[in-house]
């Protein structure tokens, strides 16, 4: 973690200018659309490199997944049964991230995404501080794909590889809808342990507090 200014005038090739730090807020139904327009268009990008992207299996997946995450995001924004927080950037979802609690107790990420364009800047941390600062003062799992940037993030704000999880388990093989599309994509389990999503949160606040100072 560093403590940089969310804010930046700079922007990578066909990418956003973000000026402010994103809003973060509680997704409704109506965010439904833009959350799955997020969840594609990361994913598309994010799985670009694995074995059998070159024979289609991106697009096979972004299909498949184009077929069935609306009704599953309906369902869950019009329920309530999990919480989604989206950032808006002037006013435009650039991602969402879904923090869960698991029957024992301790939390999961099961969704992480911001679109392409916005990318790099930060987006992403924010999502993430929320999704920690949401679930609390216990350990944290997320699951994601080996080898991929989403990887070396979670690394960089402290998640360790779940070394008790043995190599043939199911969590460390490519997920089925992954698989039938025709993409190789061994999965990582992922823990932020309790202290160190502490530390964490506090390096994000102080990194957060520096930023307004430097606004102010
Ligand atoms: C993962 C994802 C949500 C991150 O969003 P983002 O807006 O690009 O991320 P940010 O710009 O906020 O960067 C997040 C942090 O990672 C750091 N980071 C950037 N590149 C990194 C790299 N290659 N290795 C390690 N850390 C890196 C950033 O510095 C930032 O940390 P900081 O705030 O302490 O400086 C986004 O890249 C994405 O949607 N990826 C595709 C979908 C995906 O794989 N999701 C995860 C599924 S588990």
Request: aromatic share 6%; no cysteine.
């Amino acid at each position: 973690m560093n403590s940089e200014s969310p804010m930046t005038a700079t922007s990578p090739a066909g990418g956003a200018v973000i000026k402010r730090a994103p809003e973060i807020a509680r997704a409704t139904a109506a965010d439904e659309d833009d959350i799955v327009r997020a969840l594609l268009a990361a994913s598309r990008i994010a799985y670009a490199d694995l074995p059998g992207a070159e024979t289609g299996g991106v697009e096979r997946l972004i299909a498949d997944m184009a077929s069935r995450k609306p009704h599953d995001y309906r369902k869950l924004l019009s329920d309530g049964s999990s919480a989604i927080f989206i950032a808006r950037v002037d006013g435009d979802v650039a991602g969402y991230i879904q923090p869960i609690y698991r029957p024992d107790r301790t939390g999961q990420l099961v969704a992480w995404h911001v679109l392409p364009e916005y990318q790099g800047h930060k987006v992403g941390s924010h999502l993430m501080r929320q999704g920690l600062e949401f679930l609390g003062d216990i350990d944290i799992y997320s699951i994601t794909t080996v080898g991929t940037v989403a990887e070396a993030m979670h690394r960089h704000f402290g998640f360790e590889e779940v070394l008790s999880v043995p190599p043939d388990h199911d969590w460390r093989k490519t997920p089925p809808p992954m698989a039938l599309a025709g993409l190789t994509a061994p999965q990582v389990p992922l823990i932020l342990e309790r202290a160190q999503r502490r530390l964490i949160l506090e390096q994000m606040r102080a990194a957060a507090d520096g930023s307004a100072a430097a606004g102010s």
